[in-house]
T-cell receptor
């Protein structure tokens, strides 16, 4: 089966750095994806990792260790608008599907 | 302007009625997906289609049906057999190939009264 785990909730201060972890166990691996979802809206793509290491995109970075089944999303210089749910998804399985975690609800406080 | 459209944004139906949710994309994507999202839960896959006239069941297909007669369109029917149909429904698409991300439509919030 497929299993994606991430913390349910996190709180961080405006201007700080926060790290959201994701661990996974899947049959087959074709990439790990991070999405941001504001309440009542569709998820928007943030980043993806296929190879081990760090991918940086502005204030957002994502790290992957395939041997450990582990990824994290790093958000720097937090802004109030970063308050949202962050979804970790792994692509794999027989149908090359996307498997989503339950999401981490991040609250940024002043 | 390319993207995925879903209509309507909000939908209300009486219990026992079938309802069809629309999903159209003009991104020329091969694969399309339907997800259901409930409060506090992640996205759960209902159906997906990797090519026209072919589709596969996801993890929670019972009570739902789909068709893929055109590449651009992937409508989802919520039948009366679905026991708890009230949810937020998201349609997504992706290019064929392994490392492409999914693009999502704006979603339809279905409420069954």
């Amino acid at each position: 089966g497929q299993n994606i785990d991430q913390p349910t909730e996190m709180t961080a201060t405006e201007g700080a750095i926060v790290q959201i972890n994701c661990t996974y166990q899947t049959s087959g691996f074709n990439g790990l994806f991070w999405y941001q979802q504001h309440a009542g809206e569709a998820p928007t793509f943030l980043s993806y990792n296929v190879l081990d290491g760090l991918e940086e995109k502005g204030r957002f970075s994502s790290f992957l260790s395939r041997s450990k089944g582990y990824s994290y999303l790093l958000l720097k210089e937090l802004q109030m608008k970063d308050s949202a749910s962050y979804l970790c998804a792994v692509r794999g399985g027989t149908g090359n599907q996307f498997y989503f975690g339950t999401g981490t609800s991040l609250t940024v406080i002043p | 302007d390319g993207g995925i459209t879903q209509s309507p944004k909000y939908l209300f139906r009486k219990e026992g009625q079938n309802v069809t949710l629309s999903c159209e994309q003009n991104l020329n994507h091969d694969a399309m997906y339907w997800y259901r999202q409930d409060p506090g839960q992640g996205l759960r896959l209902i159906y997906y289609s990797q090519i026209v006239n072919d589709f596969q069941k996801g993890d929670i297909a019972e009570g739902y049906s789909v068709s893929r007669e055109k590449k651009e369109s992937f409508p989802l029917t919520v039948t009366s057999a679905q026991k708890n149909p009230t949810a937020f429904y998201l349609c997504a698409s992706t290019l064929d190939g392994t490392y492409n991300e999914q693009f999502f439509g704006p979603g339809t919030r279905l409420t069954v009264l």
